[in-house]
């Protein structure tokens, strides 16, 4: 029965190690998408500097019609003012000169901040392309790296895998229909080692006869608390020594 015993506690280390495994791959897929969650968000933020120009080059646009036609308004009054006979007239006049001109001097102030805000934009894009262009390599990079993990992955479960059915294949049919039930109920752990009279998966104490007997290693015992087969790795250890 330490034969079986054996196998068990061999057949718990392949499982425990498949698990890990597949915890392992699950997780891969996620960390590959939050990647391309960060490829995109890089994109979108120097789509978004990219319209701000636009939208500046655009402003300047307008205020540089509206420049040229308070130019054309000026001139138009500044003409209209020689023809004038009266004074009050001409008065009029010089006073929507006036008021022109400070609308004029308004637009070109405009057209100044638009200009700095151009500048501004076009150093942005600048940086954000760059910046983009450096952390998409990295996120290339970490792709690649994270891409070849999940495929050494697949191969180690493949191999786990081979050798669970050839370890398993070894134990006794029923034993293995009571490790597979309790590896199924108890969080993957189906074998404890009883440490110090106690179980090592439920930290419950085991009655001192029980735990003389399972010392022995010469049959399936189970712990009266949890139910997993319990083994004394000390025995083990120097038979096999």
Known sequence: MEGQLRMLIELQEIDTHLRGLT???NRLPEVLASLDRKRAANQEELARTKEGLQTAQKSKRDRDQDLEAAAQ??????????????????????????????????????????????????????????RAKEEEAAITQEQKEHEAAMAKVEQELKAAGQKRGETAARVDPSLLSQYERLLASKAGFAIAEARGESC???????????????????????????????????AISQKNS
């Open 200 to 234: 090592s998966g439920c930290y419950m104490s085991i009655p001192p006869q029980v735990f003389v007997n399972v010392k022995k290693n010469e049959t399936i015992i189970n712990c009266p608390h949890c139910g997993r087969i319990l083994y004394y790795k000390e």
């Open 23 to 25: 915890e392992q791959r």
């Open 73 to 130: 308004k000026i001139e138009k009054l500044k003409a209209r003012s020689t023809e004038i006979k009266t004074n009050k007239e001409y008065q009029a006049v010089l006073k929507e000169i006036e008021t022109a001109e400070l609308e004029k001097k308004t637009i070109e102030d405009d057209i100044l901040a638009l200009m700095e805000k151009i500048d501004a934009a076009a150093a942005a894009i600048t940086a954000a392309e760059s």
